[in-house]
């Protein structure tokens, strides 16, 4: 049974950093694209960063560039977003996805909420 398991989320003040995980099971981790996402009430959900299998390429949306770091850890089989200078525009909850080979799974999300 695939499980990705997304922690870490919360509140927190504007400017304030979060460090998102998620934790993959059932899976060949270190063979999947990772990658974060994030929905917000009414909106689309939209990519925030993705990493490459062994971490050789990351990519950003604009409005994550400069203020979060995706990284991994194959050996532990986790993913994680490293958020600083959080705007109240990043609240939303925040999913985990792994993909590989037409294989495509989600985690069940955390909500991140930036508010003073």
């Known amino acids: 049974q695939v499980q990705l398991v997304e922690s870490g989320g919360g509140s927190v003040q504007p400017g304030g950093p979060l460090r998102l995980s998620c934790a993959a099971s059932?899976?060949?981790?270190?063979?999947?694209?990772m990658s974060w996402h994030r929905q917000s009430p009414g909106k689309e959900r939209e990519l925030v960063a993705a990493?490459?299998?062994?971490?050789?390429?990351?990519n950003y949306a604009e409005s994550a560039k400069g203020r979060f770091i995706i990284s991994r850890d194959n050996g532990k089989n986790t993913v994680y977003l490293q958020m600083n200078s959080l705007k109240p525009d990043d609240t939303a909850v925040y999913y985990c996805?792994?993909?590989?080979?037409?294989?495509?799974?989600w985690g069940q999300g955390t909500q991140v909420t930036v508010s003073s």
């Open positions: 996805n792994a993909i590989w080979a037409g294989r495509n799974y």
């Open positions: 990493i490459g299998n062994n971490g050789d390429w990351t």
């Open positions: 059932g899976i060949t981790f270190s063979v999947y694209t």
